[in-house]
């Protein structure tokens, strides 16, 4: 790799990092709804899946929409983020939402 692709991989990346915030899952109605939200694996770096989202790295994905280690959020899932008013690590690659449940 490159040092100008290597820089420009790691401005990417402070990018995103910098993106990355707690909300409320009630806040993420309209996105759930348009099925735009998808469910990280605690066992994946939310923001490395941003990355490889956003430099659309699909061979990734669909090894981890495989893997189901990246999932579109269950119905039963929603219900009890929205019952609990949980908070949730969560992302935005346009058009999508990537979030998190990861243990306080």
């Known amino acids: ?3 100008s692709s290597s820089n420009s ?3 990417i990346r402070e990018k995103i990092n910098l993106e990355t915030a707690q909300i409320n ?3 993420l109605q309209t996105f759930y709804a348009r099925g735009q939200v998808l469910v990280v694996s605690d066992n994946l770096d939310l923001v490395d899946v941003a990355v490889k989202l956003r430099n659309d790295d699909s061979a ?3 090894k981890w929409l495989e893997e189901d280690a990246v999932s579109y959020v ?3 899932q929603a219900l009890q983020w929205y019952k609990n008013k ?3 690590w969560a992302v935005v690659v346009f058009p999508w939402v990537l979030v998190q449940d990861k243990a306080s």
């Open 9 to 11: 991989e790691h401005s």
């Open 60 to 62: 990734q994905f669909e």
């Open 1 to 3: 790799m490159s040092d």
């Open 86 to 88: 949980k908070y949730l």
């Open 74 to 76: 269950k119905d039963e």
């Open 25 to 27: 899952w009630l806040d």
